[in-house]
C-alpha cells in the first residue's frame, strides 16, 4: 500500500461545482503540504499545515481551501472550480525535525470544463 | 519571477555514460537543496539533498554537487540505466526548513539503450 494516498486519481468537472481532493498518509508524519503542477512548469506550494490546529498558506492559495481532519489526513477543497484550475495535484507529507524530504502521492488530474 | 530554473527541458544520454542534470537559483537565502525523480503517473520521489555547508553529496550512483557561489547544482549520475529514464526535479528551501519547497521546471532525461 502506498504511504501517501490521493483520492481520486482523476476528476473531470464543471465550472462552478465544489471539489474535495483527498489525502492520507500512513507515514506519521506531521506535516502535509499540496501542491499543484501545470505543464511545463514546476511544483509550487498551496497549502501546508505543520499539525492538525496549524494550517499556512502557500504561493498559490487563491481559490482554495483546505482542512486537516486529523494527523493523517489533509484535504483541499476548490469551493467554485474554474477552468485555470485544471492542473495535476500533488499531496506530501515530511518529518517535523530538521531537513527532511517531502513524500508525495501519485497526484490527482483534475480537469474542469 | 521563477527563483529555480533548470534551463534543459530535456536530456539524452547513451546508457552507462554520466548523465548531467543542471539547476541554477536566484535567491541567496535558499540553504538546502533536493533533487525528486518522477514517472508518468507517479508523484515525485525524492533522490538526493544537499545542504549549503556541503559543495558535495554521493549516494550511490547519484553525486549532487552546489556550487554557491555561482548559484549553481547539478546531479550526476553515473552509470546511467535505462530506469533512469524520468523528469528530475531540483527543489530548494530557507531557513533549514523545507516547508516551502521550490521548484524548478523539471528536464526530462532519457537514457539511449
Known amino acids: 500500500d502506498a504511504d501517501v494516498t490521493q483520492t481520486p486519481r482523476n476528476r473531470i468537472t464543471k465550472t462552478g461545482k465544489r471539489i474535495m481532493l483527498e489525502c492520507s498518509q500512513t507515514?506519521?508524519?506531521?506535516?502535509m503540504y499540496w501542491y499543484r503542477q501545470d505543464p511545463g512548469l514546476g511544483l509550487r506550494l498551496i497549502y501546508y499545515s505543520f499539525d492538525v490546529k496549524d494550517i499556512n498558506k502557500g504561493e498559490i492559495s487563491d481559490g482554495y481551501s483546505v482542512s486537516r481532519q486529523a494527523q493523517a489526513k489533509f484535504s483541499l477543497s476548490l469551493e467554485s472550480a474554474i477552468p485555470n484550475q485544471t492542473a495535476l495535484y500533488f499531496c506530501a507529507t515530511s518529518a517535523p525535525s530538521g531537513n527532511q524530504p517531502q513524500h508525495f502521492g501519485d497526484g490527482t488530474r483534475l480537469s474542469i470544463l | 519571477d521563477q527563483q529555480v530554473k533548470q534551463n534543459s527541458p530535456s536530456l539524452s544520454v547513451q546508457e552507462g555514460r554520466i548523465s548531467i542534470l543542471n539547476c541554477d537559483y536566484t535567491n541567496s537565502m535558499f540553504d538546502y537543496f533536493l533533487w525528486y525523480k518522477k514517472y508518468p503517473a507517479e508523484g515525485p520521489t525524492f533522490l538526493i539533498s544537499?545542504?549549503?555547508?556541503?559543495d558535495k553529496n554521493e549516494d550511490g550512483r547519484f553525486t549532487v554537487f552546489l556550487n554557491k557561489s555561482a548559484k549553481h547544482l547539478s546531479l550526476h549520475i553515473v552509470p546511467s540505466q535505462p530506469g533512469d529514464s524520468a523528469v528530475y526535479f531540483c527543489?530548494?528551501?530557507?531557513?533549514?526548513?523545507?516547508?516551502?519547497?521550490?521548484f524548478g521546471t523539471g528536464t526530462r532525461l532519457t537514457i539511449i539503450p
Open positions: 527543489a530548494a528551501a530557507t531557513n533549514f526548513g523545507n516547508e516551502k519547497l521550490t
Open positions: 507515514k506519521g508524519h506531521d506535516r
Open positions: 544537499i545542504s549549503s555547508i556541503k
